[in-house]
Structures are given as C-alpha cells and as structure tokens.
C-alpha cells in the first residue's frame, strides 16, 4: 500500500498543516507495516509530493531536517517555475504522474492525503478523477486498514458548522482525503507533540517494542510532468494577499481575533499590540472585514479560514456558529466581551468578561512584565 502525501512549502520550509498530516500517514504506515509482518503482507509505503521551485536549492541536510524524522520513503519533487505560483493544471500533472510512478501505474492500492486547505479544495475533484479514486474531504480524523486488494478508510467529518460529527467509510483500490488543519500533532525531533514518538513509545520509553526512530537521509526523485506554460491553459497573473509582514493564520501558533466589540482605530491599535507582544497573527470576525475594517483574507470562520492555533484570544466576538466553525480546533480558547451571556464563552477555555479598552490594556501590561 502506497500513503502519497502532498506537502506545501512557505516561508524556507513545509508547512505545518502538511507536516500533520504527514505525521499521521507515519502512525498509519507504521501500523499496516506490523500487521503485515504478522500475516506475511507486503509493506506499507509513505511518500510525499513536494511541487515548488524553492527545493530545487535544498541540499540532503536541508531535506533530512525537514523530512527526516519522519521516515519518507521516497519525496517526488517537482521544481519547475509553474510552481511558483499556485496553479491547478500544474498540481494536477504533478500529482498524476507521481501517482502512477509510486503505485506502478496504479496497480499498488493508495491512500492520498492533503491538508484541507484552498488549494486542495480546488484540485480535489480533479484529482479524483484522474486517479479513479473515491474521496472524503475535510475530516478531523481518520484511519485506515487493508482490504482486500484495496483499502478501506474511516474518518470523522464534522458537518452543520462543526455541531455534529458524521462517521463515514469508504472501500476502494484508491482513496482520496482531506484533513482539516489543526486534527493532528506533528513530530518534533521525532517525537509527535502528545508525547509519543512515532513508533508509540512515549518520552518515558515505556513501549519496549518500539523501532528506532528513522533519521536516515531522504531519498529525492525529480518528477517528471508535462506542464510546459505553453500547455496550460490557465495561468496565474496576480495573486492578491494581506500585507508581506502578517503572520499566516494557518500557520499562527497563537491568534488574535477582533469582533464587533473592536468599532474604531483605538481597539485596532489594542489588539495590534495584544498580537504583537504574543507574537501572533490578526484575524476578524465576518462583520469587520464586511465593514472594510480588516482585510478579508484574515476573515475567520465558515466561510473563511479555519484555524488551528495553540492559543485563540476572541475579543468582541459574540460567538456565532459561522464563526465557531473556524475556531474548534483551537487548543486553547480566551474569550474577552462585555456581555457575560454571550455564545461565545460556551465554547471558550476561558473568559473574561469586560470592556476591551480596559482589559486589553492589562492583559497586555501582564505579558510584558511576565516576558520581562
């Protein structure tokens, strides 16, 4: 069985909603792996896509300190200047050819997984068709076992604004999944965050069974793809973005988000300064960026980005579903609003009830004397 993985590189290194979802495929290929060893099987696989011109200057260190720890079997790296740019036609060639190299031109069964983000939303249906795959999309969990001669996929899909969960299987020789941002850990010096390493052996070393951790270098294969410009149809002329100097929200260790509560220039100022001495990113409510005081491309929420942060400060937010559904894969939630029965706080780890202009003032004072 094949796990092909497709990774996003930004800012000199990949991505972190990639690297969770990598992180899993490292559990999953782990585990067939033994299964298999009991019943005389053929192993399980991980492989990885990487389409971006930046790698083609990474040296074998560089990719063994990106990649090593999670024992890659084989990264197919495209660097052509298509690239550079998100571009659907040219992701997809990528992606079929690499495909058809891993599994001996689909023979093998595979699972494809992606973080679900934009950019796999807008191959995903695609993409399936050219690989003849079944697809889930946008999961928070998922597993899968062999089959047969296929595979067969578990996942958990949170539905209405993340106010239910639905439990879906699917059967086939190739599969398809997205994975929300935020569902898993990743591995850290090959150790995943919850404190296991990848072989399930916690920091104690309590597992006795475990495999040494694989740290051995990353074997790299050019991918060969017919995307020559000419061949596209479609191609990128401007990329609208926030500012150069934002921190990405999908990346964000920590965010924090202005509600209707922040209704003028000195709230904007307070929570620039909030976000500026925790280091973290800006984002708003549907409210504000519908009212020009934030750009949208930092609207969180149902029908903007949803975020998976380690620490989430919601000032002035009431707490609406729509906005909810961006914000549950939060690890900690501080809910700051005037209005102690606002929905917000039903879903926060922490709240503080009062007026932003004389909480955040404190709250940022504490921060500075704490950091010193």
């Given at each position: 069985?094949?796990?092909?993985?497709?990774?996003?590189?930004?800012n000199g290194?990949?991505?972190?909603?990639?690297?969770?979802?990598?992180?899993?495929?490292?559990?999953?290929?782990?585990?067939?792996?033994?299964?298999?060893?009991?019943?005389?099987?053929?192993?399980?696989?991980?492989?990885?896509?990487?389409?971006?011109?930046?790698?083609?200057?990474?040296?074998?260190?560089?990719?063994?300190?990106?990649?090593?720890?999670?024992?890659?079997?084989?990264?197919?790296?495209?660097?052509?200047?298509?690239?550079?740019?998100?571009?659907?036609?040219?992701?997809?060639?990528?992606?079929?050819?690499?495909?058809?190299?891993?599994?001996?031109?689909?023979?093998?069964?595979?699972?494809?997984?992606?973080?679900?983000?934009?950019?796999?939303?807008?191959?995903?249906?695609?993409?399936?068709?050219?690989?003849?795959?079944?697809?889930?999309?946008?999961?928070?969990?998922?597993?899968?076992?062999?089959?047969?001669?296929g595979v067969?996929?578990?996942?958990?899909?949170?539905?209405?604004?993340?106010?239910?969960?639905?439990?879906?299987?699917?059967?086939?020789?190739?599969?398809?999944?997205?994975?929300?941002?935020?569902?898993?850990?990743?591995?850290?010096?090959?150790?995943?965050?919850?404190?296991?390493?990848?072989?399930?052996?916690?920091?104690?070393?309590?597992?006795?069974?475990?495999?040494?951790?694989?740290?051995?270098?990353?074997?790299?294969?050019?991918?060969?793809?017919?995307?020559?410009?000419?061949?596209?149809?479609?191609?990128?002329?401007?990329?609208?973005?926030?500012?150069?100097?934002?921190?990405?929200?999908?990346?964000?260790?920590?965010?924090?988000?202005?509600?209707?509560?922040?209704?003028?220039?000195?709230?904007?100022?307070?929570?620039?300064?909030?976000?500026?001495?925790?280091?973290?990113?800006?984002?708003?409510?549907?409210?504000?960026?519908?009212?020009?005081?934030?750009?949208?491309?930092?609207?969180?929420?149902?029908?903007?980005?949803?975020?998976?942060?380690q620490l989430?400060?919601?000032?002035?937010?009431?707490?609406?579903?729509?906005?909810?559904?961006?914000?549950?894969?939060?690890?900690?939630?501080?809910?700051?609003?005037?209005?102690?029965?606002?929905?917000?706080?039903?879903?926060?780890?922490?709240?503080?009830?009062?007026?932003?202009?004389?909480?955040?003032?404190?709250?940022?004072?504490?921060?500075?004397?704490?950091?010193?």
């Amino acid at each position: 069985m094949i796990f092909l993985h497709l990774l996003t590189v930004q800012n000199g290194g990949i991505k972190r909603s990639s690297l969770e979802v990598l992180s899993r495929g490292r559990e999953l290929v782990d585990s067939i792996s033994q299964s298999n060893e009991q019943s005389a099987g053929n192993q399980a696989e991980l492989h990885a896509v990487v389409c971006s011109p930046e790698v083609a200057s990474w040296d074998e260190a560089k990719w063994a300190a990106e990649l090593g720890a999670y024992g890659v079997d084989t990264v197919w790296s495209a660097t052509d200047e298509a690239f550079k740019e998100h571009n659907n036609q040219a992701l997809l060639s990528a992606m079929q050819s690499a495909h058809a190299q891993a599994t001996d031109q689909g023979a093998k069964p595979s699972v494809v997984a992606m973080a679900s983000t934009e950019g796999v939303k807008d191959i995903l249906g695609a993409l399936s068709m050219r690989l003849g795959a079944s697809v889930v999309a946008d999961v928070s969990e998922f597993g899968v076992v062999a089959e047969g001669d296929g595979v067969l996929l578990t996942a958990t899909r949170p539905v209405m604004a993340s106010k239910a969960n639905t439990h879906v299987r699917a059967q086939a020789q190739h599969l398809m999944v997205s994975v929300r941002s935020g569902s898993y850990g990743i591995l850290e010096n090959g150790v995943l965050e919850n404190g296991e390493n990848q072989n399930g052996e916690n920091e104690n070393g309590e597992n006795q069974n475990a495999k040494p951790l694989n740290h051995q270098p990353v074997r790299i294969v050019p991918l060969k793809t017919e995307h020559a410009d000419s061949k596209l149809q479609t191609q990128i002329r401007e990329i609208i973005t926030a500012a150069a100097d934002t921190i990405d929200l999908n990346e964000a260790e920590a965010i924090v988000a202005a509600g209707r509560g922040v209704k003028d220039e000195a709230a904007k100022a307070l929570i620039a300064e909030l976000a500026g001495v925790l280091n973290a990113g800006i984002g708003a409510s549907r409210a504000l960026t519908e009212a020009g005081m934030y750009d949208p491309s930092v609207q969180i929420g149902q029908t903007g980005k949803v975020v998976s942060p380690q620490l989430y400060i919601a000032v002035g937010i009431s707490g609406a579903i729509q906005h909810v559904a961006g914000i549950t894969n939060s690890k900690v939630i501080v809910a700051v609003n005037k209005d102690a029965d606002a929905p917000i706080f039903e879903v926060a780890d922490y709240g503080i009830v009062g007026d932003l202009y004389e909480v955040l003032p404190a709250l940022i004072a504490e921060i500075k004397r704490v950091k010193g």
